[in-house]
């Protein structure tokens, strides 16, 4: 496999969102490896397409999951590579780390403190994602991306399930 192939890439940091989020009781509704601007994101390589069900988007518990599901791609990513980028100052996964940013601020408020949380996050998430089950989940669900380029909830769910139920 290539490290430096963008699609292999893309499907390696989408992936990170997809077992994040799922690991932590979500759906994916679909991912792909490009992403069109929307009224959400910009123009972008992947997309990961989570469903939270119904929660209360506005407690701690639900913001602390959304944080964990957008740092879960550029860690996946970083693990895949092997090279500990900083989500903030690397480009491709700076709207990640902003959306981490601004969720985090309605549970801490200072910058600084929500940087080193989110920085802590993003070492937890490093150490768990790099192992059993979630890296075999992960390069499993990269695999299927990167063969089809898009996959449906089915499909998600079908690799999800075999690798972390």
Same mark, same amino acid.
């Given at each position: 496999? *290539? ?23 979500? *759906?994916?509704? !679909? ?10 994101? /910009? ?7 989570? *469903? ?5 988007? *506005?407690?701690?518990? &639900?913001? &602390? ?8 791609? /550029? ?5 895949? =590579?092997?090279?500990?980028?900083? /989500? ?5 996964? &700076? ?35 790099? =192992? &059993? ?19 449906? !909830?089915?499909?998600? !769910? ?6 972390? =139920?």
């Amino acid at each position: 496999m *290539n490290h430096d192939d963008d699609e292999t890439l893309t499907a390696y940091h989408e992936a990170g969102h997809a077992v994040v989020a799922y690991a932590l009781g979500a *759906n994916v509704d !679909s991912m792909q490896l490009w992403g069109e601007a929307d009224d959400y994101l /910009p123009e972008r390589f992947g997309d990961c397409r989570v *469903n939270w069900g119904t929660v209360d988007p *506005n407690l701690d518990v &639900q913001r &602390q999951r959304e944080i964990m599901t957008f740092l879960g791609g /550029p860690v996946a990513e970083m693990i895949y =590579r092997g090279e500990p980028l900083h /989500p903030a100052l690397y480009g491709p996964w &700076q709207d990640d780390w902003h959306r981490a940013m601004q969720t985090c601020g309605a549970i801490v408020a200072d910058p600084e403190r929500r940087t080193r949380l989110l920085e802590k996050i993003i070492v937890t998430l490093h150490d768990h994602l790099g =192992r &059993q089950p979630y890296w075999p989940a992960i390069a499993g669900l990269a695999d299927e991306l990167a063969a089809h380029e898009q996959l449906d !909830s089915d499909q998600v !769910s079908d690799v999800l399930t075999f690798w972390l =139920r």
